[in-house]
């Protein structure tokens, strides 16, 4: 088992015809994920690689019955081809772009949020589940199959972190990029939910970052439902307090967002919580030499 | 992105908030010429992206010319918490019959809109918060919906204002929330918002942050880039794309990805370092960005060392490499360089390194190790100097 | 029992300070309705008759705990009052102002299908529960308690079917009017459905008229869903043909929307159709005498 | 509320859709100057809230200024399925390479906006409909969401448009919904949607219907209604706040709420009468609104007779004929009335109307009996005649 993508997931690109999708795509498709079809208005008929090209989601869906939509067009298409996506009935969305206006994402969150269709991401890595699928960016040659479930907000430190785990003999059951927009499709506690159903996983990590409040809430979350252990990395405890969001932000929740306020709120509901990827990777392993 | 006070109240008057009259102004000249075609008294305001102007003497009241020409002299230039002042809102002067506070922002929590109302505007929020945490009325607001006008008049009745403007609040609630929509922004703050003497509401105040993401949909909040106000090497690294943070250590760090330079300053710390700067060089860094990037870190004088922590996913370390071998024989670069390349083509890219035989340039396998070897050669350059 | 008003029913009524407002708010109260609140903004902390008035119906719910909201605001306000009952939480919403513009409408329509609140109307007479509560314009003194579930699209018509089934002994368990605006809060499926599950209705009267297609589609839901007696009757057999739609209108769906191709659809279904107000008390006392 | 096509294009062009230039004419010296000012060759097109202009000779081609003034001169005053041509517009002339079809419209089924599109148009969309029911692709669109580019893209591609201009219709169609949802209209339709030989696309047609609830957010569509088009019967009961449509038969008819009096016309038809008019005298109806709607029914030189069905809720039935007792005194009436009340005071109705012992008036108890009897009464007034 895994979460939300493996050998079930029949992939369609949006963007394919562009550099990074097509680069991606196949980079997806040489793993093992079923690529089914790419969609870029006007290229219908057209194929990369073989795959082919629709000029609309909704062809895509009644012609390869695509499930998981992978998103690689610019920033400001992306909304509209978010909303496409889910209108032709697509149960999965990763939006990997980068850079999306904060009130477009807020309208398809609240839409998205009211029907069937899961949204992860904007400007997230995607999702791997070794061994089965890759759906996004995250270089897969260093993750193998095992039972740590890896969530995170960040890119580039999710690959670190599973990294360190890796050298420690853990391989994982899915890594979960949720993206750090102040507006994302998934939270938290919404994978974790997933990995605690999940026969495979044994453990969740989550790697979180200063800003918003939902290490702080995931944390509430996971003292009251979640009987596996967690283990959490904050990044930004030397950060500068941030220049985006000013005073009033602050004020809403109580909380500052800082790293230290949400160690703090982990460690309070009992989550270890690693000062450095290192530590992350020993603390996972000192729990898994008691637990297993 | 944010505004200035007068750049706020500019959108807040494209959308129907009230604002007293007023011009910017950048000499003293033209704060006078400003003034007289305003009528006095006037108040001269200092515009800078940083609170407590008035208790720093950047908020002036003038009844005549002359009171504007020493005021504005006196605040042109100035320094308020850091920032030299170089530009000058000279405003009508209003009769304060009470002072509100009214806001719209992005609840990243709950995804949403918030719109904020309270009766005891003029002073900090926080300070509000903490004088009375119930003085504060907050409320969602569905975007799809959007701000309907029972919002409004809840957060008018709710805070308990006077009687006599509940109505007039809550328009301009209705008008602050188009505005933030509108405009794309991300916080829309008024404070004080003002009832005159004559029962006249306005925006006293405004903070504005738009989403630097939707400039495109905003071709003249674009133009508002305030530059002059800008550190010059915060600068040079926007234009050349990348996201860089100045900070007040001796380290200078790149990384590729926000949430891995996060942690790398971290790891730095924790080594008894102090970084120098944040700097995402981005997912995909080619070589010419890494030139950029070098460049930009050694123009900070306060650099002893260089720590290039990478992990390679899209970013391909041997483009990394070759990134800093070019930079190196562009620049002429006098501190120590401690290099981690991990991740896709992690050999390769170690081995451009070694073959270029760079002076100064220590190749560590791990994030850990490289943070105490950069820390340890700041140290050394700091005991030579 | 009966359906969607009964004792358990705590009214507010967003306008009461109005002429409409009072007159009717006060009627209903004489007829037994608990009557806890109104609201008027800037008229909070008055009161009418001594019911209370509120500034927000938040207050409202907060001070009396209504459930039940009648709406008698001008129709440039309605929709507005609409939706502040249903953030206030309240469960039902009857919406008695006639005029409102369609497209107001339809996004608190779309609004409120997403949520927990049932909104019945708008530019209907609201409903009765003969015997419980009154919360409309519906003259209470013409109908007594019974069996008869009666739901129509249309107000005097209403009366005069409820009069004719009184004049043959029938009373009802409830009369519910659900508008004849394009956009309504609910539509007969939805009540047939409340009358259905209600123990105390044994037979279900709907009154339709000519114009969109609920009727139609009442008659496939009533086919498929409901074993309780239907009889329906269908206004507008003579009307010329409506000016408001244009011809795009009528393509759309197939139907021409005519009382004649209404009345075929449910007898195909089997649903028995009275051609005049007293034909339809007859059936529904021929089929009375059969099944009770 | 129906737009004629000129004043439909006055909403297009405001919200950014492509229409040939044209101007409106009254008479024949304003249509020279507009074809004068246009350039020829220009179309002549007759003004009706009707379709069929074309077939009924209402539209025509002008190449000079001598065939718009034979044109305009023989379509002025024309008589086109019963409507008289009181105003043309001016068109430029297109040369039509593709003829399409486009609408958004209320779906009141779905409760939803819906938009259509057929690379067949020219033709009634019911013939489209027939000749090929796939050639017709329609969408339904979530009014909070409101149109998203896909949608239009859909909607081309689905259609099997040219490619070259699916960019441009896709355009065309979001602007349509923006006038549809902006403008509160409940239809727009365009037909057809032309791709002109330079490939630019072009709405040649406009029918837009708008909410007249919504009129008072549109004070200047409010101004388009074309009061001379109107029956002067239906205007006066328009300017009186009356619901009425006129019809062709002799039996004058007011009752209280649509539904109801939708169901006098089947029982008045159903005993064998033709009625003469719908008229709604709506809820809650006084005695002054009873004054006016007799005034309006006894309008119509056809009523032999004239049946009063009320049942009283709201309505008071004393009310109602007290309202009757007062138009007796104002107007010479010479037609029987029948009139049936129920209801809210029906007895003190009934008493009113004893009292007063008008001539010409029967009191029934039931419907069904009162439509018997005023049909019965208009067959012996048919025959005196």
Same mark, same amino acid.
């Given at each position: 088992?895994?979460?939300?993508?493996?050998?079930?997931?029949?992939?369609?690109?949006? $963007?394919?015809?562009?550099?990074?999708?097509?680069?991606?795509?196949?980079?997806?498709?040489?793993?093992?994920?079923?690529?089914?079809?790419?969609?870029?208005? $006007?290229?219908?008929?057209?194929?990369?690689?073989?795959?082919?090209?629709?000029?609309?989601?909704?062809?895509?869906?009644?012609?390869?019955?695509?499930?998981?939509?992978?998103?690689? &067009?610019?920033?400001?298409?992306?909304?509209?081809? %978010?909303?496409?996506?889910?209108?032709? $009935?697509?149960?999965?969305?990763?939006? %990997?772009?980068?850079?999306?206006?904060?009130?477009?994402?807020?309208?398809?969150?609240?839409?998205?949020?009211?029907?069937?269709?899961?949204? %992860?991401?904007?400007?997230?890595?995607?999702?791997?589940?070794?061994?089965?699928?890759?759906?996004?960016?995250?270089?897969?040659?260093?993750?193998?199959?095992?039972? &740590?479930?890896?969530?995170?907000?960040? $890119?580039?430190?999710?690959?670190?972190?599973?990294?360190?785990?890796?050298?420690?003999?853990?391989?994982?059951?899915?890594?979960?990029?949720?993206?750090?927009?102040?507006?994302?499709?998934?939270?938290?506690?919404?994978?974790?939910?997933?990995?605690?159903?999940?026969?495979?996983?044994?453990?969740?990590?989550?790697?979180?970052?200063?800003?918003?409040?939902?290490?702080?809430?995931?944390?509430?979350? #996971? !003292?009251?439902?979640?009987?596996?252990? #967690?283990? !959490?990395?904050?990044?930004?405890?030397?950060?500068?307090?941030?220049?985006?969001?000013?005073?009033?932000?602050?004020?809403?929740?109580?909380?500052?967002?800082?790293?230290?306020?949400? !160690?703090?709120?982990?460690?309070?509901?009992?989550?270890?919580?690693?000062?450095?990827?290192?530590?992350?990777?020993?603390?996972?392993?000192?729990?898994?030499? !008691?637990? &297993? | 992105?944010?505004?200035?006070?007068?750049?706020?109240?500019?959108?807040?008057?494209?959308?129907?908030?009230?604002?007293?009259?007023?011009?910017?102004?950048?000499?003293?000249?033209?704060?006078?010429?400003?003034? *007289?075609?305003?009528?006095?008294?006037?108040?001269?305001?200092?515009?800078?992206?940083?609170?407590?102007?008035?208790?720093?003497?950047?908020?002036?009241?003038?009844?005549?010319?002359?009171?504007?020409?020493?005021?504005?002299?006196?605040?042109?230039?100035?320094?308020?918490?850091?920032?030299?002042?170089?530009?000058?809102?000279?405003?009508? +002067?209003?009769?304060? /019959?009470?002072?509100?506070?009214?806001?719209?922002?992005?609840?990243?929590?709950?995804?949403?809109?918030?719109?904020?109302?309270?009766?005891?505007?003029?002073?900090?929020?926080?300070?509000?918060?903490?004088?009375?945490?119930?003085?504060?009325?907050?409320?969602?607001? *569905?975007?799809?919906?959007?701000?309907?006008?029972?919002?409004?008049?809840?957060?008018?009745?709710?805070?308990?204002?006077?009687?006599?403007?509940?109505?007039? @609040?809550?328009?301009?609630? +209705?008008?602050?929330?188009?505005?933030?929509?509108?405009?794309?922004?991300?916080?829309?703050?008024?404070?004080?918002?003002?009832?005159?003497?004559?029962?006249?509401?306005?925006?006293?105040? /405004?903070?504005?942050? @738009?989403?630097?993401?939707?400039?495109?949909?905003?071709?003249?909040? /674009? =133009?508002?880039?305030?530059?002059?106000?800008?550190?010059?090497?915060?600068?040079?690294?926007?234009?050349?794309?990348?996201?860089?943070?100045?900070?007040?250590?001796?380290?200078?760090?790149?990384?590729?990805?926000?949430?891995?330079?996060?942690?790398?300053?971290?790891?730095?710390?924790?080594?008894?370092?102090?970084?120098?700067?944040?700097?995402?060089?981005?997912?995909?860094?080619?070589?010419?960005?890494?030139?950029?990037?070098?460049?930009?870190?050694?123009?900070?004088?306060?650099?002893?060392?260089?720590?290039?922590?990478?992990?390679?996913?899209?970013?391909?370390?041997?483009?990394?490499?070759?990134?800093?071998? =070019?930079?190196?024989?562009?620049?002429?670069?006098?501190?120590?360089?401690?290099?981690?390349?991990?991740?896709?083509?992690?050999?390769?890219?170690?081995?451009?390194?070694?073959?270029?035989?760079?002076?100064?340039?220590?190749?560590?396998?791990?994030?850990?190790?490289?943070?105490?070897?950069?820390?340890?050669? +700041?140290?050394?350059?700091? +005991?030579?100097?």
């Amino acid at each position: 088992m895994s979460v939300l993508v493996d050998s079930g997931t029949k992939l369609v690109v949006s $963007g394919l015809t562009g550099r990074e999708g097509s680069f991606h795509g196949m980079n997806n498709r040489r793993y093992g994920t079923d690529l089914v079809a790419g969609v870029t208005p $006007g290229k219908g008929g057209q194929d990369v690689e073989g795959v082919p090209v629709f000029d609309t989601v909704h062809e895509a869906v009644a012609e390869t019955g695509a499930n998981t939509s992978m998103i690689f &067009v610019p920033p400001r298409f992306a909304a509209d081809a %978010i909303l496409e996506a889910a209108d032709a $009935g697509i149960e999965l969305v990763v939006c %990997i772009t980068e850079g999306i206006p904060v009130h477009d994402m807020l309208r398809v969150y609240t839409h998205l949020r009211r029907g069937p269709t899961r949204l %992860i991401g904007p400007n997230c890595p995607g999702i791997l589940s070794p061994g089965k699928a890759n759906v996004g960016i995250i270089p897969a040659h260093f993750f193998s199959e095992g039972n &740590v479930g890896l969530v995170s907000r960040s $890119g580039t430190l999710t690959y670190q972190i599973g990294n360190e785990l890796a050298q420690r003999g853990f391989g994982n059951s899915s890594i979960v990029g949720i993206g750090g927009d102040p507006v994302q499709g998934s939270s938290f506690i919404e994978i974790i939910d997933l990995f605690q159903a999940d026969p495979q996983t044994e453990l969740i990590v989550m790697c979180g970052e200063i800003g918003g409040e939902d290490e702080e809430r995931a944390a509430e979350h #996971v !003292a009251e439902h979640v009987d596996k252990p #967690v283990v !959490a990395y904050i990044a930004g405890f030397t950060a500068p307090p941030g220049k985006t969001m000013g005073h009033a932000g602050a004020i809403i929740s109580g909380s500052k967002g800082t790293a230290q306020a949400k !160690a703090e709120a982990l460690e309070a509901k009992g989550v270890r919580v690693g000062r450095t990827p290192t530590e992350v990777a020993e603390i996972a392993a000192e729990i898994a030499g !008691a637990t &297993v | 992105m944010d505004l200035l006070e007068y750049q706020g109240k500019q959108l807040f008057r494209a959308h129907g908030v009230p604002v007293p009259d007023g011009r910017p102004a950048a000499t003293v000249e033209e704060a006078v010429e400003a003034a *007289d075609e305003l009528g006095y008294p006037v108040v001269v305001k200092a515009q800078v992206l940083i609170g407590g102007r008035g208790k720093a003497g950047g908020i002036k009241v003038a009844g005549d010319r002359s009171e504007v020409e020493a005021h504005a002299g006196a605040i042109l230039g100035m320094d308020i918490r850091g920032l030299t002042v170089h530009e000058l809102y000279v405003e009508r +002067a209003s009769e304060i /019959a009470e002072e509100y506070y009214a806001a719209i922002l992005l609840d990243r929590t709950a995804k949403k809109p918030m719109a904020m109302l309270s009766r005891m505007g003029g002073m900090d929020v926080e300070e509000i918060a903490a004088t009375d945490p119930n003085a504060i009325v907050r409320i969602h607001v *569905d975007p799809l919906l959007g701000f309907s006008d029972f919002h409004g008049r809840r957060l008018a009745f709710e805070a308990g204002i006077a009687g006599d403007v509940v109505r007039p @609040v809550s328009v301009v609630l +209705a008008k602050l929330y188009e505005a933030f929509a509108e405009e794309d922004a991300v916080l829309v703050e008024v404070n004080p918002l003002l009832v005159t003497a004559d029962r006249e509401v306005v925006a006293l105040d /405004a903070k504005v942050t @738009v989403d630097g993401n939707a400039l495109y949909r905003h071709p003249d909040t /674009a =133009t508002f880039r305030d530059v002059s106000a800008e550190d010059p090497q915060e600068r040079m690294a926007k234009e050349r794309g990348l996201t860089f943070v100045k900070l007040d250590g001796d380290i200078g760090i790149l990384g590729n990805g926000a949430g891995l330079v996060m942690s790398t300053l971290d790891v730095v710390a924790q080594a008894g370092g102090h970084p120098a700067n944040f700097l995402d060089a981005g997912g995909g860094s080619k070589a010419e960005a890494i030139v950029d990037a070098v460049e930009v870190i050694l123009s900070n004088r306060n650099v002893r060392a260089v720590l290039f922590n990478i992990f390679g996913g899209i970013t391909r370390c041997d483009e990394v490499a070759r990134g800093l071998v =070019t930079a190196f024989g562009q620049l002429d670069v006098k501190v120590p360089f401690v290099v981690r390349l991990d991740g896709t083509n992690d050999e390769e890219g170690r081995r451009i390194l070694a073959e270029a035989n760079l002076p100064n340039v220590t190749v560590e396998k791990t994030m850990d190790g490289a943070a105490a070897r950069v820390v340890e050669l +700041a140290r050394s350059a700091e +005991a030579v100097s």
